[in-house]
């Protein structure tokens, strides 16, 4: 069974990027989705990625600043976060895409253990 890791987290100030990553245990070419936790908060829907590397979704707070692609091997997934907010901290985690809708965590498998990004102010 596929497992994903992450990997990118840190503290960064506000305006600052960070990239992460989410690989796979085992090369597998898969819809993959991003989601994010906040302390006392609901996990978010973040980005989507299609298996293909395109399209990409996105929620509407991190358009134009994040950017979810496959490495041209296509076996792990990155997010690229620019111009970072401190409303962006959170654990983030990546998920196999298993169908439905692709803003529902439910539809999402074989979680990573998720990473810590602290954005200061």
């Known amino acids: 069974q596929v497992q994903l890791v992450e990997s990118g987290g840190g503290l960064v100030q506000a305006g600052g990027s960070l990239r992460l990553s989410c690989t796979p245990s085992e090369r597998a070419v898969r819809s993959v989705g991003w989601f994010r936790q906040a302390p006392g908060k609901e996990r978010e829907f973040v980005a989507h990625?299609?298996?293909?590397?395109?399209?990409?979704y996105y929620v509407n707070s991190v358009e134009g600043r994040f950017a979810t692609s496959r490495d041209n091997a296509e076996k792990s997934v990155s997010l690229q976060m620019n111009s970072l907010k401190p409303e962006d901290t959170a654990v983030y985690s990546c998920?196999?895409?298993?169908?439905?809708?692709?803003?529902?965590?439910?539809?999402?498998?074989?979680w990573g253990q998720g990473t810590l990004v602290t954005v200061s102010s």
């Open positions: 990625i299609h298996w293909s590397g395109s399209p990409a």
């Open positions: 998920g196999i895409y298993c169908g439905g809708s692709v803003y529902d965590a439910i539809n999402y498998g074989a």
